[in-house]
């Protein structure tokens, strides 16, 4: 499949990369943009300016380390945390679900959902910050009731794609799952 261009629920540009290995297998990836320098650049001068403000004030020289200290470690957690480069979906027929996140750090996290224990992919819509939204989610079936949904899995949660997007990753997978 090809590669597109998408947007996130923001307007920020992403990309939906699909890769076919097989009839019964596909790789969808999700990648959204790098940290960007000019953001980090503004938010550390910033934080430090006002360190230097309160410094000018008290001639505390505490606070010029803490500014830095507090600014490095944010950075840090921010980047090993919260930043997701990426994330995949890859679709095996007939064995299930590997959802992946990588982390801006090159941290990663990997889950893998059974085939017995996936019901369905949906589409769900969901209200966020004053607007409806739509995401892609794994429904789990109930052990104890076969016909009920136990749990629900969202997918690409930190990329957030918009439907167009969604609707291209959930026709390739309903059409694997279809085969199995």
């Known amino acids: 499949m090809e590669d597109d261009v998408f947007t996130d629920i923001s307007g920020k540009t992403i990309s939906l990369d699909c890769q076919s290995h097989s009839s019964f297998c596909r790789e969808f990836t999700v990648s959204s943009p790098k940290v960007s320098i000019g953001k980090v650049l503004v938010y550390t001068c910033s934080v430090w300016l006002v360190a230097y403000i309160v ?39 007939s064995l299930g679900i590997q959802v992946t996140s990588n982390y801006a750090s090159g941290r990663e996290t990997t889950t893998f959902i059974e085939k017995s224990k996936i019901k369905d992919i949906v589409i769900n819509e969901a209200i966020y910050m004053h607007q409806i939204i739509y995401y892609l989610c794994v429904l789990l079936k109930d052990p104890s009731e076969p016909n009920a949904v136990s749990s629900v899995v969202p997918l690409f949660q930190s990329s957030k794609p918009r439907l167009n997007c969604l609707v291209k990753v959930y026709r390739s997978c309903q059409e694997i799952l279809s085969k199995c």
């Open 55 to 93: 410094f000018f004030f008290t001639e505390n020289t505490a606070v010029l380390s803490s500014a830095i200290i507090i600014t490095l470690v944010g950075m840090m957690l921010h980047i090993h945390l919260v930043k997701v480069d990426h994330e995949s979906l890859l679709v095996i027929g």
